[in-house]
């Protein structure tokens, strides 16, 4: 089976947008980036915050980029398994036991489609390899689409840059551009059926 590989947290939703609001709300401040709020509450404060967030009500009724959401329902439809993959410590079950269930009930809630969901950088989603094929990774953040482009996945990072094209399996395209014609012409490209 083909599999495209969808990340949550800046292309589902408009993290980090969502979570420096939050931060402004529980701190009474007007930060406006994460970099910012990280330097300047300092990293121990800035985890803290973030666990709570990750329990709040706040993130559970986070609206979805339904845009995206299109373009994946789209996928599906053509016979598609959508592995929706995150950087969430889903896995870690000692620490945030209800993270997984929360992400997973935001996920159907928000009618995305989700044949499984991942760890990002959890092993077992790269032994799909060796029956299925990925033939597409959609993340937003370059760094983390380097660890699928260098496994030869064709990997786009959606974000505010222009097109840009930065290595063979490396694209990025900016959110106001037709994301789903420009994965149909990728996938023909890299001649996927
Ligand atoms: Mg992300």
């Not at 482009?149 to 840009?164: E, F, R, Y």
Request: proline content about 3%; some cysteine.
């Amino acid at each position: 089976m083909k599999i495209i590989t969808c990340d949550i947290d800046g292309v589902l939703n408009d993290y980090p947008l969502c979570w420096i609001k939050y931060v402004n709300n529980e701190l009474s401040a007007d930060f406006l980036t994460k970099e910012e709020i990280k330097s300047t509450i300092g990293h121990s404060d800035y985890d803290n915050i973030k666990d709570k967030y990750r329990w709040s009500e706040f993130k559970a009724n986070l609206k979805c980029n339904r845009n995206m959401v299109n373009v994946l329902q789209l996928l599906k439809k053509q016979g598609y398994l959508i592995m929706i993959v995150t950087s969430r410590p889903i896995g870690n079950k000692m620490k945030y036991p209800l993270l997984e269930d929360l992400t997973l009930n935001w996920l159907k809630k928000n009618r995305i489609p989700c044949d499984k969901l991942y760890y990002k950088f959890d092993d077992a989603l790269f032994n799909e390899l060796e029956e299925n094929e990925i033939v597409l990774h959609i993340d937003d953040e370059i760094d983390q689409g380097y660890a699928f482009s260098n496994k030869q996945i064709p990997t786009l990072v959606i974000g505010p840059d222009k097109k840009a094209q930065l290595s063979n399996n490396l694209f990025i395209v900016s959110i106001s551009d037709c994301i789903y014609t420009y994965i149909k012409s990728l996938l023909n490209d890299k001649g996927v059926k």
